[in-house]
């Protein structure tokens, strides 16, 4: 889900205007003028009721299958003169026609009931009083076929981000009405991947910008809510958090002040315990009946986790579903907007959307229009690097073979592996010389370059130079690579490591570096530009268990070996690869105070210096694994 106050706005804004910014400028009323708007509250099994939106193509004279969003930003606008701009996922859809239905989730906005943070699901249900997000989408799609005139008796669910969620969440036990589900960029699993932490390391910038505004008390059914938990106005997002010291100091009267109870939920769960377990909805995908479209951005800063990994757990644990994926060269949501050509330096060579918008209707029309068309590939991806869109008959393909690039001395990186021992005088024994830095938590290592209030939303394909120039960043590249390299599937990062002190993170980001050593330009391209391709950090307490914590030893080595999220790039002729290591990413990721404390209640006092050692010797081959095609 989006992590910051503007973000959520922007989802808002993204949901809406997948048709809105392909309408023709002069037909600004296209909704109103063709759908018929109606407002109701649909009981659930318990007695709640949730709010709903409904609206009907004016043409009643044939029936018309049902798409529906459930989320927690709104279902408005809210009376009988007030209508969307623009309805479902995208243009084609909405001229095509469909009864479009909003609805907000339990205990947000206008319906009744308590707000749950990612409603866990509950299997068995026996009673009207257990209810889930699966239940609830139940009762409301067996309403909507009771009480909705001209229905052709099929449904479909899209949403992106937390909407997402709500979407995955009702593929368990699904109505039999259910038809196609598309989950967009779904938060999955707040703890492994998606935005509350990775790896068990807590992404604070968002985190706290985005539970300011969205973790605000309401004492019934609202059409609007006001203002935010404290009020904040943060010119320099890196100055602000060290200024904030330990995060417990969130608490104080400034802050949250325990007033927000997911805020307070994140703190109070530090590992991987009962509480995220339960929030992790990969388990229950099993058994999936509904014909599944997984939408992710290779830019999502916030899901591209959930879009991959519950594309992942259906595959494994219902084989026999008709699951397809889609991955383009989006962040959160970009694929709703009317046009996608560029993004931060990288340009796509035209309208990338277009392509996905047609994939995205071809999709619910097969499933619920028994449209002519065919149906859509296994997996449909963008390759950057070389901008193409790329066909699969599986995810990752099966085609791709596992290469390990090993970190070598004098910052090589190469696909032959170290050898020597220490102590030797050839030129190989350097291999057995563990690299070095200082790792101060008071001087973190910045997410991206310059002064930003807020995210900078462009961080996952920004210029690494500034990193590369620090002391407490490793950077290990390839020679001029002799041929393009495709690399498309997972990555996985194995690196040794010791540190002085009892806990550490690692920051792995994996680097395009364009041609070139100056200022200029190379092949219409910046020359010597270090492009993120893609990164993840990694909290080294957690190397043998996410329930169950273990300190460094210090000194000794300790292998770190964890998967990233998949890329489709291809490493062009000329270009290097380069991976670049480091113990901090700060102020995206909290601090890590390197020593093995519980970190939501540790005191500065607990914030050390420490020296990590990589090493890349025989017996500790640090490097990453690319699948290469």
Known sequence: MLRSASAICLILLLTRSAAQSQQPVNDPAFVKNNYDK?????????????YTVIYSPKDGGRPYPILMMRTPYSAGPYGDSLYRTSIGPNRTLQREKYIFVYQDVRGRYMSEGDFEEM???????????????????????????KNVKNNNGRVGIWGISYPGFYASASLPDAHPAIKAVSPQAPVTDEFIGDDANHNGAFYLLDNFDFDNSFDVKREGPVQRYSGTVFPLDIKDAYQFFLDLGPIQNSQDARFFNYKSKIWNEYLEHSTYDAYWQ???????????????LCVG??????????????????????????????????????WAAGNWTKFGVLDFGGNVNETYHLLESRFFDHYLKDSAGPALAEATVFETGSNQWKEYGTWPPAEARPRKLYFRSRGGLSMTAPTGQKGAADKGSADAVPDEYLSDPSRPVPYVDGIHGGRDNQYIVSDQRFAAERPDVLVYQTEPLAEDLHVVGRLKADVFLSSTGTDADVVIKLIDVLPGTDSGSAGGQLAGYQRLVRADVFRAKFRHSYERPEPLVPGQPAEIAFELNEIAHTFKKGHRIMVQVQSSWFPLVDRNPQQFVNIPTATEADFRKATISIYHDPEHPSGIVLPVM
């Open 38 to 50: 109606r407002e109701v509250s649909i009981p659930m099994r318990d007695g709640k009721r949730l």
């Open 119 to 145: 409603t866990p699901a509950r299997e068995g249900k026996r009673t009207s009083r257990e209810t889930d997000e699966s239940s609830d989408t139940w009762d409301t799609v067996d309403w909507l076929l």
């Open 278 to 292: 339960a929030r992790n909805l990969r388990p229950n995908l099993r058994n999936i009946r509904p014909a599944v």
């Open 297 to 334: 951005g290779w830019f999502d800063a916030e899901d591209l986790f959930g879009a991959l990994r519950t594309y992942e757990a259906i595959e494994h644990q219902s084989p026999r579903n008709d699951n397809h994926l889609v991955m383009g060269p989006w962040t959160h949501g970009g």
